[in-house]
């Protein structure tokens, strides 16, 4: 069974300032997805970023960026330039591809807390 | 504009209690899902369909059922509401099951079962 694990619950981050938010997994699946997901204060689900594992160039959105290293199932989130609406909690999320079950397994999820 | 809307947002419940919560998606996607959110737990899935008539079991589906008998809704319900399903519960959609775009979610429904 796939895992997903987030080994940093809370971490906090000073205003312009980059952080970068690990995540690891555990499958035998050769082809999946990841995915990290913005959890606001509002509850709503945010899709940030996502990475195709047959792709090796690194998944960019503006000041998101990841760290993808397959061999080691490493999948760490950057955040550069770092603003105060970025505090929120963040989710790795992992799917299978090509198996038609298209199910999201989730982290334990890292609340970041970005100070002014 | 599509979207995706769970009702209540809030609800307090005895426990005992049959609850059922809403889901209702305007994306005319075939998947649709059910999950719970708990500190330190992340995301677990509850139950999912793949489309019309179809449903399944997740990783905590033990105390909840789904029924599928349109495209737009999946609602979820507790049998008998128990304190350990005390939580917040997420309902998400996606197109189908070999696309990887990922989910659209709901706002969520915070449940407390006193």
């Known amino acids: 069974a796939q895992t997903v694990t987030q080994s940093q619950p809370e971490m906090s981050v000073q205003e312009a300032e980059t952080v970068t938010l690990s995540c690891t997994y555990d499958t035998s699946e050769s082809n999946y997805y990841l995915f990290w997901y913005k959890q606001p204060p509002s509850r709503q689900m945010i899709l940030v970023i996502r990475?195709?594992?047959?792709?090796?160039q690194n998944a960019t959105e503006n000041r998101f960026s990841v760290n993808f290293q397959k061999a080691a199932k490493s999948f760490s989130l950057k955040i550069s330039d770092s603003q105060l609406g970025d505090t929120a909690m963040y989710f790795c999320a992992f799917m299978t591809a090509g198996g038609a079950t298209n199910k999201l397994i989730f982290g334990t999820g890292t609340l970041l807390a970005v100070q002014p | 504009d599509a979207e995706i809307t769970q009702s209540p947002r809030h609800k307090i419940t005895e426990t005992g209690r049959q609850v059922t919560l809403a889901c209702h998606q305007t994306w005319n996607h075939n998947n649709m899902f059910w999950y719970r959110q708990d500190l330190g737990h992340g995301l677990r899935l509850i139950h999912y369909?793949?489309?019309?008539?179809?449903?399944n079991k997740g990783e905590v589906s033990d105390g909840y059922s789904v029924s599928r008998s349109n495209t737009e809704d999946l609602p979820l319900t507790l049998e008998s509401a128990a304190s350990s399903q005390t939580s917040v519960y997420f309902c998400a959609s996606s197109e189908s099951r070999w696309m990887s775009g990922g989910y659209t979610f709901g706002s969520g429904t915070r449940l407390t079962v006193v």
């Open positions: 990475q195709e594992a047959y792709k090796q």
């Open positions: 369909s793949y489309g019309v008539q179809d449903t």
